[in-house]
């Protein structure tokens, strides 16, 4: 990349220092950031800086929020009684796509994993512990259906069981149109082993 | 994405609004973007608003460039009598990275296209043939091989000969590589016409 002088390279190496991003999509970023009027730029540039520093996370869920708490923990109408634990802002951001849940979340930010050296203090349990002090029913386990999740599921439903909270698991299984021929064994065996009478 | 209150939401959306970027990316993006220190984020916009601000076009080849000429034209030993023709800076880098090509360039930022009322007068053809003013050899004509291309390449192919300098088209033909099955008529047909003895 020795064509362009210091200020492109540098907003190339940038950009391409981003998840997803490669040098030429960097390359085709940049040139067309370049070519942006510089109001439009500094408007993106602020952007970013601010919600980096304004968003912190939700004092319920521990989602991401630019409030003190986010908009479904502040959502009156919303089943607060019952949990979903999951991994991410974008696992949460799934479930909500579907517009189907209707109770709240708690985001714990990672999963346990003690190959990477990740234990239980290192993701956010102890909020999930407390809020489970309160008024709730059912925590419903929705981590990924990786090693790290599985572990997580398991190790939370032996946490929260002893209390008399009522703990579930989503199902695993074929996925909705899925072709039986293009899935793998484990997921075909979990689909056997959680069938349901019809 | 009526999920996150409004910082994050600014981000997503001023994320999806590049080339190349669709929500689900932007939401990863504004994601790792909120997760790094701020600093970092800090350092990615004022980088993006300096090559903004920084950036203008090489004097003499019309690269972008934050100096007054690019790393190209200022360099010694080029053969500056032999001109490529791009139609972008993207191109320039394409050919500069075969590391085989000795001349200087000349990026029109653009091609002529009737269709969308991009005339002569809106590329830079005006500063190419004031280049054409000095001791100058040769004109190869890279543009795209795309009916905006060639029509632009025509068009400054007439421009030139007249002034006595070689005008010279980069081939079309088949890739290397490429399996002949799988190339189309248009470009078999090109390839057909440009065949050399061997």
């Known amino acids: 990349m020795e064509l362009y002088n210091g200020l492109i390279n540098n907003l190339i190496e940038e950009l391409a220092s981003l998840p997803g991003i490669g ?7 940049a040139f067309h950031i370049i070519g942006l009027p510089q109001s ?5 540039a602020n952007t970013m800086m601010k919600a980096r520093a304004g968003v912190r996370y939700c004092s319920e869920c521990c989602n991401l929020s630019d409030a003190d708490t986010c908009p479904i923990c502040s959502n009156g109408r919303r089943d607060h009684s019952t949990i979903m634990v999951v991994e991410s802002p974008r696992d949460l951001a799934a479930y909500e796509k579907t517009g189907r849940y209707e109770g709240v979340y708690h985001v714990l930010h990672g999963a346990i994993s003690p190959m990477l050296g990740i234990g239980p203090g290192d993701i956010r349990l102890k909020e999930l512990m407390t809020r489970l002090e309160g008024d709730i029913q059912e925590v419903i386990i929705a981590t990924n259906s990786s090693l790290e999740g599985e572990t997580t599921a398991m190790y939370i439903s032996k946490l929260v069981k002893p209390i ?9 299984g074929v996925p909705v149109g899925g072709d039986l021929e293009n899935i793998d064994e484990v997921t075909l065996l979990r689909a056997l082993e959680g069938r349901t009478e019809i």
């Open 164 to 172: 008399g909270i009522k703990v579930t698991r989503i199902a695993s």
């Open 23 to 29: 040098v030429k999509s960097a390359q085709r970023l």
């Open 40 to 44: 439009r730029v500094d408007h993106i």
